[in-house]
């Protein structure tokens, strides 16, 4: 019996994601993005794990010079971590499309007050993949 998909094909892919250290609660955070002229930012009440046994709150960002988008999701849910592997990482900044981040994005977040530190995470494995690109 022949395959219908070769292993390749089975495969997914994400784009980078960034982590941002900060020891701002989430709803400080919202305020100090919406401060930045750079973005339009709008409140995600929750985002779900794959599994839909964690949610997590998170912020839509528009960057306004290219209108590309991401979303800014904290890291710690109700119950679990949305990418495990990162616990240092108290938020996340994922695409909510195919392409790659726009570099300027970090690079402005990163220099908002209260911002320790962001950064370009390891790309997940095909395990952790899946609540990343249920975000697409």
């Known amino acids: ?10 495969e997914l892919d994400y784009p980078e994601v960034y982590g941002i250290s ?5 709803l400080r955070l ?9 973005f339009k930012v709008m409140y995600e ?7 839909k046994e964690s949610a997590h709150g998170a ?15 904290k890291n710690k849910g ?13 938020y996340l900044i994922c695409s909510l499309s195919e392409d790659e981040i726009n570099k300027e994005i970090p690079a402005l977040i990163s ?5 320790s530190i962001c950064f370009v995470l390891n790309k997940p494995n ?3 993949i899946l609540n990343f690109t249920q975000l697409l």
Do not use: C, W
């Open 1 to 10: 019996m022949q395959s219908l998909f070769l292993p390749d094909e089975l």
């Open 22 to 26: 900060t020891p701002m609660r989430h």
């Open 30 to 38: 919202g305020y100090v993005l919406s401060t930045s002229p750079h």
């Open 45 to 51: 009440p929750e985002v779900s794990s794959y599994d």
């Open 59 to 73: 912020y839509h960002l528009t960057f306004l010079d290219d209108d590309s988008e991401v979303l800014i999701i």
């Open 78 to 90: 109700n119950n679990s971590l949305f990418y495990p592997k990162y616990k240092t990482a108290d």
């Open 111 to 115: 220099e908002l007050i209260g911002i």
């Open 126 to 128: 095909q395990k952790e």
